[in-house]
């Protein structure tokens, strides 16, 4: 399937403060992609002193709910409920049939992820398909729960392309309230709990929180909190994986985003996060066909090779963590 880039809406959606002029982002993708549209959408808090309007074919503001406290007990702010908001009315802004969801720090350089997305869309799926056709996510940061962190329903959420019905419909989600998102200042851990996974203060990741609600709605979540775990809840995320969601690599679609660009070849986080070839291996198993293109993949390629490394990771994390070894790493790091 060939899709005309006048049929296409880049919705870049964030804060305006992302390091550079974001005009320039929007400049640069008309280039791209000529014939685009491209909607800013944002918080009127963002646009106090902002002049690039001219830029953008639309400029959609919206209300600041504010920030949560942290996802992670001593990160930064939790800003789901301003992303809900402002893609939401973002994307219902849009008159194209096909939509692009794009963080304001991020742009992409070639067509690559609507060519991927073309050929994607005619592949059968399997029964849990939810919406009219795939939507296309980044591999990086699309968590497979059965390394380190065991969170199904993690998927990324820098960058989404597929049918503007489908990205509005997976923005149709409730804000996150102050309880889920403070859940475990009051309740404990799961008892097997890795180190990484007690760092949570949310009872939810911010992406398991808009995955969940797409795929199933309010109150049916299969998950009763973030690293709720077994071998059904991964088998059935997998089909859901499969059947709902394109996983490429930023590498594969030449997605662009400086502040992560440093960890797109690491790794640790292409062993824990799920790749363009696992997931082809798990939509040939809901009975799609593969293409002959190759995603990005980094050493170690197999399940128990990324095993072995996450293992020692896990090991290494523990042992850094005694307090004499700490010390000793902080007496290193001071010389």
């Not at 320039?24 to 963002?46: C, E, F, H």
């Not at 919406?131 to 065991?150: C, Q, T, V, W, Y």
């Not at 996450?310 to 005694?322: C, D, E, G, M």
């Amino acid at each position: 399937m060939r899709i005309d880039n006048s049929d296409i809406t880049i919705v870049m959606q964030g804060g305006i403060d992302v390091g550079w002029d974001v005009r320039y982002s929007a400049d640069y993708m008309r280039k791209v992609l000529p014939g685009v549209t491209i909607i800013l959408a944002t918080q009127n808090s963002a646009l106090k002193s902002f002049e690039g309007h001219a830029s953008f074919d639309k400029v959609v503001v919206t209300e600041d709910p504010g920030h949560l406290p942290s996802v992670k007990l001593g990160g930064g702010p939790h800003n789901v409920n301003r992303q809900i908001l402002s893609a939401a009315a973002g994307m219902n802004a849009v008159t194209t049939k096909y939509a692009m969801k794009l963080r304001t720090d991020a742009y992409i350089t070639s067509r690559r992820a609507l060519d991927i997305w073309g050929y994607w869309a005619d592949q059968p799926s399997g029964n849990k398909k939810r919406g009219a056709s795939r939507i296309l996510i980044s591999s990086i940061f699309s968590l497979n729960p059965r390394f380190d962190e065991r969170l199904s329903y993690h998927l990324s959420d820098w960058v989404q392309f597929g049918t503007t019905e489908d990205l509005r419909a997976f923005w149709q989600c409730p804000l996150m309230n102050f309880d889920d998102n403070t859940w475990y200042e009051r309740n404990d851990y799961a008892p097997e709990s890795l180190y990484r996974e007690k760092e949570f203060r949310s009872r939810f990741a911010t992406e398991q929180w808009l995955t969940l609600n797409y795929l199933f709605g309010p109150e049916k979540f299969p998950v009763r909190f973030h690293n709720d775990t077994s071998e059904d809840i991964i088998n059935e995320f997998e089909a859901q994986l499969a059947d709902n969601f394109i996983v490429v690599h930023p590498l594969d679609i030449d997605l662009h985003m400086p502040k992560h660009n440093y960890i797109y070849k690491s790794r640790y986080f292409n062993s824990i996060c799920h790749s363009y070839e696992s997931w082809k291996q798990l939509a040939v198993s809901r009975g799609a066909t593969a293409t002959n293109d190759l995603g990005f993949v980094q050493w170690p390629l197999s399940l128990k090779g990324k095993q072995r490394y996450v293992l020692a990771k896990q090991r290494l994390r523990w042992v850094r963590h005694i307090p004499f070894v700490r010390s000793a790493f902080q007496r290193l790091y001071r010389l």
